[in-house]
């Protein structure tokens, strides 16, 4: 893989920071200065200032992401999560949740976690708690689970449930930007409120808005055997 992504995927830093470090001229790769964009191998030998890349401890975070926040590592973006968290360690987000949106969103800086979990075609399931302008039918229901168009793209099937007048849970195994809102608004609704309360096996429960948790073992190694 390109030496960037291998430094991310081992938690050392992002690709943007790791591209700086090789434009300075800081990394060698089996004696020879590495290049921007170099492939590389786990066998190769690579340095960082003349030392191996130094072993990382995975971290694994649960976040309750309020409203305004923004799911980015870009730090010059103001309401950036990085700067909101500011955790002493390199994280990333796990995915997006829009700025208008909240509830949980992994972090980590486990890159081949990362992926494996983005990786849309695994039908890794993400839970919301929806509330929309209006009271709803049963129509609505049966038109959002059996997919809609959001302009040329046909959503996947997914799993809902009614919670009150103009509040439902919804399920989904994709994640299309900014997807429950295009639906919704698709069918003549507007959402008012949208808070995300599980990716796969990790929920929010106990988690204020704005605080974090770390993952337990138990919950790591589920994930794992999910994904």
Request: net charge negative.
């Amino acid at each position: 893989m390109r030496i960037n992504k291998l430094l991310s995927n081992l938690g050392f830093c992002s690709r943007k920071e790791a591209n700086r470090i090789i434009e300075e001229g800081r990394i060698t790769v089996n004696g020879v200065q590495c290049i921007p964009g170099q492939w590389v191998e786990l066998e190769d030998s690579i340095l960082i200032d003349g030392e191996p890349i130094p072993v990382t401890e995975k971290v694994y975070i649960a976040l309750n992401k309020p409203v305004g926040i923004i799911c980015t590592a870009a730090r010059e973006v103001k309401n950036n999560i990085i700067d909101f968290m500011n955790y002493d360690k390199y994280i990333f987000p796990v995915g997006r949740l829009d700025k208008e949106s909240q509830g949980l969103i992994l972090m980590t800086n486990d890159g081949d976690l990362a992926n494996k979990i983005l990786e849309s075609e695994n039908m890794h399931e993400k839970e919301y708690i929806v509330t929309l302008d209006r009271s709803y039918d049963d129509k609505f229901l049966n038109q959002m689970a059996s997919g809609v168009d959001i302009g040329g793209i046909i959503t996947r099937e997914c799993t809902l449930k009614r919670i009150s007048e103009d509040t439902f849970s919804i399920v989904l195994t994709q994640g299309l930007n900014r997807q429950i809102r295009r639906m919704s608004r698709a069918i003549g609704y507007t959402v008012i409120k949208l808070i995300r309360v599980r990716i796969l096996n990790i929920n929010i429960d106990g988690i204020e808005d704005g605080k974090w948790r770390y993952l337990t073992e138990n919950e790591i190694q589920t994930l794992r055997d999910i994904i």
